[in-house]
């Protein structure tokens, strides 16, 4: 089956730097990853998607890459801002899986 | 526009009482799903639903019963709860499984099987 797998420590960021998540993927790859971001207390809200086929995408401040070459996808945050602390989850929505999340921290 | 919106959001049970959880969904989505998030496990699917009147056991079904008896309600069952059943559940929906479409979830319901 596959699996998703994030870093489980906390990534500590100095404001205005760029924070670079990462989610990796076993066994088959998945047709497209999504990407969440969840605060405490609240529901995964949906950031972006990527698929297999795209290298890239980007949408304001954020940019995701998939390399099925390394099995890997990247969710970067430019200019970060302590508004942008909160857990990020990566998703393959073909298979409904979650990785368990990276918690982002930007102190100012 | 609420969204989804599941309740109760807290609740406490005695082992081997019953409840039942609540979601509900004003976007006209056609799926809909229940997970449970544990601490060092991250979400995992329970049950879910391509429209009404079906559902499907997910990851971690045993335990729980589902229905969906209306397009925009989705129901999550405990029939016996279990102290192993202590958890944030969230419900989420999506328009349909295609490749665009996000899902979008509820704020939780914590609950704690003492």
């Known amino acids: 089956s596959q699996k998703i797998e994030q870093n489980s420590e906390a990534l500590n960021i100095q404001e205005g730097k760029t924070a670079t998540l990462t989610c990796n993927y076993t066994?088959?790859?998945?047709?497209?990853l999504q990407w969440y971001r969840q605060d405490p207390g609240r529901g995964p809200v949906f950031l972006l998607l990527?698929?297999?086929?795209?290298k890239e995408k980007r949408k304001e401040r954020l940019k995701v890459t998939f390399d099925t070459t390394l099995k890997q996808s990247l969710f970067h945050i430019t200019a970060s801002q302590p508004a942008d602390s909160a857990t990020y989850l990566c998703?393959?929505?073909?298979?409904?899986?979650f990785g368990k999340g990276t918690m982002l921290l930007v102190s100012p | 526009n609420a969204g989804v919106t599941q309740t109760p959001k807290f609740r406490v049970l005695k082992t081997g009482q019953s409840m039942t959880l609540l979601c509900a969904q004003d976007m006209n989505h056609e799926y809909m799903y229940w997970y449970r998030q544990d601490p060092g496990m991250g979400l995992r699917l329970i049950h879910y639903?391509?429209?009404?009147?079906?559902?499907a056991k997910g990851e971690v079904p045993d335990g729980y019963n589902v229905s969906r008896l209306k397009k925009q309600n989705f129901l999550l069952g405990l029939e016996s709860a279990a102290p192993s059943q202590t958890s944030v559940y969230f419900c989420?929906?999506?328009?349909?499984?295609?490749?665009?479409?996000?899902?979008?979830f509820g704020d939780g319901t914590r609950l704690s099987i003492l």
């Open positions: 990527i698929r297999e086929n795209e």
């Open positions: 989420a929906s999506s328009y349909s499984q295609g490749e665009d479409q996000p899902q979008h």
């Open positions: 998703a393959s929505y073909s298979t409904l899986t």
């Open positions: 639903s391509v429209g009404e009147g079906t559902t």
């Open positions: 066994n088959y790859s998945p047709a497209y």
